[in-house]
């Protein structure tokens, strides 16, 4: 069992930067991949990044390629999404979740066993 705290969410001018962080209770965080979702008003919840259990692997939605940067640190049983270059389009409620995937890289929300409560990133004109 896992379970994720997300935080980090807020108001911020496009252009502007944000980073989120994704806190995992309960054992074996090393051992499960890590993805962080979206959902805008009105719209299903997409995917926008995630990183292989190893750690050496990432994807990216196109959307957020080249601007989006997943990274994880084990000791501290942490997942993070940092954020350049923020666009209106990318406001959204951000879900981390975990998954048991030990091949590639799981970007599909089937995927994964456990969701955070998720965070609302706002990013104003």
């Known amino acids: 069992q896992v379970q994720l705290v997300e935080s980090g969410g807020g108001l911020v001018q496009a252009g502007g930067s944000l980073r989120l962080s994704c806190a995992a209770s309960g054992r074996s965080f090393s051992s499960y991949a890590m993805g962080w979702f979206r959902q805008a008003p009105g719209k299903e919840r997409e995917f926008v990044a995630a990183e292989s259990w190893t750690g050496i692997s990432t994807s990216y939605a196109d959307s957020v390629k080249g601007r989006f940067t997943i990274s994880r640190d084990n000791a501290k049983n942490t997942v993070y999404l940092r954020m350049n270059s923020l666009k209106p389009e990318d406001t959204a409620v951000y879900y981390c979740?975990?998954?048991?995937?030990?091949?590639?890289?799981?970007?599909?929300?089937?995927?994964?066993?456990?969701w955070g409560q998720g965070t609302q990133v706002t990013v104003s004109s």
């Open positions: 979740a975990a998954s048991r995937v030990r091949g590639g890289v799981p970007m599909r929300q089937s995927d994964y066993a456990y």
